[in-house]
């Protein structure tokens, strides 16, 4: 139980797939919203990157816990924390929505599912955003419960996901639109599951009602990738900066606004409808824009972890921007990364240098996604 | 920088001391608000725990981030935070606040300290707090600013800590009550220290205002404590159990209430002040107590770790609770453990049994604090 570098406690809370994933060898965890997220299996993070591309995977990816919002007021809640207009979200299709404060600082970048009427899931990244939607409740008296339910995603990734799940739920599993979802029979119960996940190699995410079922779940997507050659995986660090997909808490914090995201198509300034921060969001709309997320490709040999980021200059060597996840890519061979980058330089193809904590100045060039 | 278990990123945030915790070989950290929380150096949590008890540690606490209320309102909407009275709350003396829902749940339990008549410190634990206090704001309309200050405390823990301390800078510090705090001069800075820390074996936190003086206040302090035998150190678990200090997220979540977690003579009934969850607290406090922290102490040889809840039966096998952390004391020669019990059982020497997942069921008695 005592796995290397991560105490276990409570606190940091295991999930209906805990037990399987350490059965299965995992070497050690990561933390996200309190709760485990396993961090590799495959002896190398490159092995889990050349498996995934090319079969197919079983993620517990329990961490994205479901802020649910229930009650008279809840579409009103929802669209108070959101600047994208939510009135087209209906049952069957998720939206991704950018969540922000008063000064239109980025403070989630959850999936939003519309359930029923006056029923929402938030399915968040790393921060407590049910303390965000239970403090503007009490405040502004709104009529809804919030809670975290008994949720538990588990991500079936990779181009062979969809006929893995086609063999345990039919091939209504095919008509599903990207970011679609639908109920499904599975273990004799009714279960949501949405084409989605964290890998842009195609895939599902089964949102587990009920974590009593987590281990017959997990067998049974187990033995039914078997044909498949599933392996056990998890969010890969290659595949994700390659495809472009961002991580709150590392590629942008809530000092960044959505523009620096790039959420701009996703921010509704119209009068129909009013969200907190929609005047911060508009006078920033109003201003110049100065940096935003761009892809990263540098050389220089394998780079070390970004623990904290590294600082990207222009060949004059005035400060442009930072690295803020990066690893080696063995397909691109060369360096991959995501940095948010000034103005001045964000056009695909400018010329930088990235400089890593080993003392190394590292030519690169602005990229634009999938790398 | 890749450390047994954890994944470095940006987003599992690097303290101002992280580097010098490297340089002394830390063997693996913890994940608090979003930071790490070194967890053991010496070979063994034993040795932490004895050489504590007898000399003086130096600890990485960064992670007890501050939350910053500043601004006309921000009396108004600290007291709105906690049912513990504050009006007396006044510079030099730190306070310990529950912090409650509109269910009287529990969100965190921090120290507060009041810097100056509109301007307070939360130092939390494990929940995003600045979340909570940011929603209610927004939705009261109060005038306040709410930040995460770049203030990092830094613990001096043991017996030896005063000597250290006065060492530096003077023996004013002899005059600091417990929980106590004061502005000094360190590193040709004004900064403030506290009588405080997570142990009961005497200490210090100084709330570090300045990232960049990170390391240059670990060696100094590093430096003074040579002739005290310092070494790095830790929370302790053994000696953290044995003291009775609670952790949120472990002992303690939003489904329990103040009452349960002990601190019925920190909650205000009277009229003259109104807080968020009063009526909810006041209904609780009208029924009949159900279950409170307790001690516990139990055989059968060295505890697994406590991953998860250990169940507590009585004799006649009905369960009465759970252990929610757990260590075998080296110095008490038994397991040693935090739990939640059932009013019948509460009362200290009632005889348990403890059912820990090795599927061993073990023989204690429920103990008071100090064990």
Known sequence: MSHSGLNMSRRIRRTPYTDRVETHGVRGFSVVNHMLLPKAFAPSVEQDYWHLRENVQIWDVSCQ?????????????????????????????????????????????????????????????????????????????????????????????????????????GDAIYDLPYFGFAKFEILGTSQIIARSGYSKQGGYEIYLN????????????????????????????IERIEAGLMSYGNEFTNLNNPFECRFDHLCYFGDEIDYVGKDALLKIAQESPKQKICGIKFGGGKTPPCGKPFSVTSEDKSVIGQVTSAIYSPRLECNVGMS?????????????????????????????FPL
Not at 343 to 357: A, L, N
Request: hydrophobic share 40%; aromatic share 6%; glycine share 8%.
């Open 340 to 368: 948010m980058i000034l103005q001045s330089h964000w056009k695909s193809g400018s010329p930088v240098v990235v400089h890593t904590p080993d003392g190394l100045s590292r030519d690169g060039i602005v990229a634009s």
């Open 65 to 169: 816990r479901q802020v649910e919002i229930k009650g008279p007021d809840a579409a009103k809640l929802v669209q108070l924390m959101t600047p994208r207009d939510i009135r087209k979200a209906h049952f069957g299709q998720g939206i991704y929505v950018p969540l922000i404060d008063e000064k239109a600082g980025m403070l989630n970048d959850p999936v939003l599912q519309k359930l029923d009427e006056n029923l929402f899931w938030f399915s968040i990244a790393d921060s407590d955003i049910l303390l965000w939607a239970k403090g503007l409740a009490y405040g502004l008296h709104l009529d809804v419960e919030i809670n975290e339910p008994d949720v538990s995603p588990l991500a079936v990734q990779g181009p062979k996901s969809s006929e893995l799940m086609a063999s345990l739920v």
């Open 210 to 237: 009920g974590s009593q079922l987590g281990s017959d779940l997990w067998d049974l997507i187990w033995e039914a990738g078997q044909p498949h050659s599933i392996t056990p995986g998890c969010p890969n660090l």
